[in-house]
């Protein structure tokens, strides 16, 4: 959890502990040989460690911390009484506590701790080793409590990250799919028209020139459905109201077909998740298109309400219906393969329910129902 800066600050600490209690030794009234080796070899070693950075990591950075608590050790029973040992006792902790688990602070404390009370009783020295025990232990918590809230923001940021991918090849499916039912199969109809007109200006001029002529008429209609298609990609315009979205829909509808669009709805608020509305938009722009293509339409009624807790939306054309006729559900369509696919596909992610009256030759009524 230490940055580089942090643990190179460590290591910068450890190198001037050691260079100064090397020039304190004159000082301290020890004449001990052995001692003035150790803080020799100590010092050295803090000099080396200084850019070496495998020392960060486990299990060198244990070793290090060893090496640490020998120095304090020493230096507590050779100088009991000097300044030397307080600062290496904190030293140990504040290490222990920033690159190491509790465990370890709680460890140091309890060796060093008796140590202090055996090489220097009666100099007060406990109370203020207390201290730094109690500080080192608080920091520990923290540092372990912040870890935890970091190990469960990256987990958090794993599932967003997956899910926002699975949202993203959904999408693109999606658009795939939608492209393939509506622009592709105009233009794979366009290609094989034009082969006709190929062969039939060989023998059949004014066929041929009648089939230019419906030609220019699917152009246009492909003109039609490529903005419809655009359009339909388009997310929900912020501060525009599901109902005002919705009418602006059947506007441009209108004057893009020429069928008869009319739009009401009741007083409600708009669903609390921004998806709901842009899904319900894509239903809805759907049926429309469904209905320019198909059903042969001459007027269309989409009703947008809120019934008890649910949001409904009814589509009602005069074309031709479906294949079959009757009423059924969402579930009923399901089992039997039948109505619109990209439609139910959709409900059933909105948790919703959905009715599809058929009635052939007369036109249909498709009603939508959503959990608010």
């Keep these: 959890m230490v940055p580089f800066h942090g643990r190179f600050a460590l290591r910068v600490a450890r190198v001037v502990l050691a260079l100064a209690c090397l020039a304190w030794y004159p000082f301290t009234g020890a004449r001990i040989s052995s001692a003035l080796v150790f803080l020799i070899a100590y010092a050295i070693f803090a000099v080396g460690t200084l850019f070496e950075t495998?020392?960060?990591?486990?299990?060198?950075?244990?070793?290090?911390?060893?090496?640490?608590?020998?120095?304090?050790a020493v230096c507590r029973w050779?100088?009991?009484?000097?300044?030397?040992?307080?600062?290496?006792?904190?030293?140990?902790?504040?290490?222990?506590?920033?690159?190491?688990?509790?465990?370890w602070v709680l460890l140091a404390s309890g060796l060093g701790l008796p140590l202090t009370l055996l090489a220097a009783p009666g100099s007060g020295l406990i109370w203020a080793n207390l201290?730094?025990?109690?500080?080192?232990?608080?920091?520990?918590?923290?540092?372990?409590?912040?870890?935890?809230?970091?190990?469960?923001t990256l987990r958090?940021?794993?599932?967003?990250?997956?899910?926002?991918?699975?949202?993203?090849?959904?999408?693109?499916?999606?658009?795939?799919?939608?492209?393939?039912?509506?622009?592709?199969?105009?233009?794979?109809?366009?290609?094989?028209?034009?082969?006709?007109?190929?062969?039939?200006?060989?023998r059949d001029v004014d066929a041929a020139t009648e089939e230019l002529r419906q030609l220019?008429?699917?152009?246009?209609?492909?003109?039609?459905?490529?903005?419809?298609?655009?359009?339909?990609m388009r997310p929900l315009e912020e501060g525009v109201s599901l109902s005002a979205s919705l009418s602006r829909m059947m506007e441009q509808f209108q004057r893009d077909t020429g069928i008869v669009a009319r739009f009401s709805s009741g007083e409600f608020n708009d669903p609390p998740q921004t998806e709901v509305s842009l899904e319900l938009l894509q239903i809805v722009r759907e049926t429309l298109n469904n209905i320019h293509k198909h059903s042969g339409a001459s007027r269309v009624a989409v009703t947008l309400a809120k019934n008890g807790q649910k949001l409904e939306v009814v589509a009602e054309d005069n074309g031709g219906g479906f294949p079959f006729g009757g009423s059924f559900t969402l579930e009923e369509m399901e089992?039997?393969?039948?109505?619109?696919?990209?439609?139910?596909?959709?409900?059933r992610m909105l948790s919703g329910e959905m009715t599809l009256d058929s009635r052939p030759g007369q036109g249909s009524t498709l009603e939508i129902r959503v959990p608010l």
């Excluded at 290090?64 to 020998?70: E, H, Q, S, T």
């Design 54 to 72: 495998r020392f960060d990591a486990s299990p060198r950075a244990l070793i290090a911390l060893v090496i640490d608590f020998v120095f304090f």
């Design 78 to 103: 050779l100088i009991p009484a000097n300044w030397a040992p307080e600062l290496a006792f904190g030293y140990v902790l504040i290490s222990a506590a920033s690159v190491h688990a509790l465990r």
């Design 131 to 152: 201290g730094t025990v109690a500080t080192a232990v608080a920091f520990s918590f923290y540092k372990r409590y912040l870890e935890g809230r970091m190990s469960n």
């Design 156 to 202: 958090h940021n794993v599932i967003i990250r997956s899910q926002a991918e699975g949202a993203r090849d959904a999408e693109r499916e999606r658009i795939a799919a939608d492209f393939h039912d509506g622009p592709l199969q105009s233009f794979i109809s366009f290609q094989m028209r034009l082969e006709i007109v190929r062969k039939l200006l060989t």
């Design 216 to 232: 220019r008429e699917l152009c246009r209609n492909q003109v039609t459905e490529l903005r419809s298609f655009v359009r339909s």
């Design 335 to 347: 089992l039997m393969r039948m109505g619109p696919v990209s439609i139910k596909r959709r409900v």
